[in-house]
């Protein structure tokens, strides 16, 4: 058996954001945007989404859902909310 690509386990996780937050289907990409960056271990999630991404809402729900299937959520925030080094 092959190891899981990269694609393959962000599809997987944007599937579970989609079943687990829950988000609209109509948020497909919005999904595959998350699990991309976590899939990736990217620190921050930059977005202006504040519908289905940048949502404070949906953000623990989010993060639950990326931790629960083994990858740690990017922290999720509007350009105008990047934290600056001191």
């Given amino acids: 058996m092959f190891p899981r690509s990269v694609r393959e386990r962000a599809a997987e ?4 954001l989609l079943r687990g937050v829950p988000l609209p289907q109509k ?12 899939v990736h271990g990217m620190q921050y999630l930059l977005t202006w989404n504040c ?3 940048a949502n404070a809402a949906l953000r623990p729900r989010i993060e639950e859902v ?10 999720i925030c509007t350009p105008e909310e990047l934290p600056t080094e001191a």
Wanted: negative net charge.
């Fill in 13 to 16: 996780l944007a599937e579970a």
């Fill in 51 to 53: 519908t289905h991404i």
């Fill in 66 to 75: 990326c931790r629960a299937a083994g990858f740690e959520p990017p922290l």
């Fill in 27 to 38: 948020a497909a990409a919005d999904a595959l945007h998350i699990a991309t960056a976590a």
